[in-house]
């Protein structure tokens, strides 16, 4: 079955822009999870969408937001980039159930200048 | 706040060799899962223990969940190139998300 897909994969904004990632999760995965990962912290979990609700959310800031649409795609924003974001975010489906296995995509390398 | 904590940070050893990589917690997890990662992908999961002292096998890999479900371990034996990659170690408790630890770097020489 397909995999999960990101888009776009890498892209370049200057601070104060917002940016619109988005994911496609495995077909029938209700679950939607989005991580950022960076050299100095790793991965840390942004908040995960299942059936169009935020079911968890992390410690990140108000400027990132996401969204859930009645097919599980799954669109995250950040907005007033700052240099700091620059990052790689993941996008992870899962069914949802607990301790499920992640599938996550290739993620969106986003750069800000 | 639960915190994961993976050592040795860097590996770099030859082909044919063994490694311990390890991952421990002050927090208790319901489940413990190990992914690995390559350049330019997404982590793939390797395993998941949910059971204190559990030992799995997976060919050359074996992983154990501490009996107290804070720690756990990945023995590889006699690794291989395509081994190298970033493995991350990730616990969840109930109702929680997985957090993900810092991630153990291995690269294995020819």
């Known amino acids: 079955k397909a995999g999960v897909t990101q888009t776009p994969r890498y892209l370049i904004k200057t601070r104060g822009q917002q940016v619109t990632l988005s994911c496609s999760p495995i077909?029938?995965?209700?679950?939607v999870s989005w991580y950022q990962q960076t050299p100095g912290q790793g991965l840390q979990f942004l908040f995960e969408?299942?059936?169009?609700?935020?079911?968890n959310k992390g410690n990140f800031p108000g400027r990132f937001s996401g969204r859930q649409f009645s097919n599980s795609r799954s669109e995250m924003n950040v907005s007033t980039l700052e240099l700091g974001d620059s990052a790689l975010y993941l996008c992870?489906?899962?069914?949802?159930?607990?301790?499920?296995?992640?599938?996550f995509g290739e993620g969106s390398r986003l750069t800000v200048l | 706040t639960q915190l994961l904590e993976q050592s040795p940070q860097f590996l770099s050893i030859q082909e044919g060799e063994n490694l311990t990589v390890y991952c421990n917690s002050s927090?208790?997890?319901?489940?413990l899962q190990w992914y690995r990662q390559e350049p330019g992908e997404g982590p793939v999961l390797l395993v998941t223990?949910?059971?204190?002292?559990e030992v799995k096998k997976l060919k050359r890999l074996t992983f154990q969940f501490g009996d107290a479900r804070k720690d756990s371990s990945l023995h590889i034996t006699a690794a291989q190139p395509g081994d190298t990659g970033l493995y991350l170690c990730?616990?969840?408790?109930?109702?929680?998300?997985?957090?993900f630890g810092p991630g153990t770097r291995l690269s294995v020489l020819p």
């Open positions: 077909s029938g995965h209700r679950s």
């Open positions: 990730a616990g969840a408790s109930r109702g929680q998300n997985f957090v």
């Open positions: 927090s208790v997890f319901s489940s």
């Open positions: 223990v949910v059971t204190g002292g």
């Open positions: 969408y299942f059936s169009e609700t935020q079911r």
């Open positions: 992870a489906s899962s069914s949802g159930r607990e301790a499920g296995e992640l599938f």
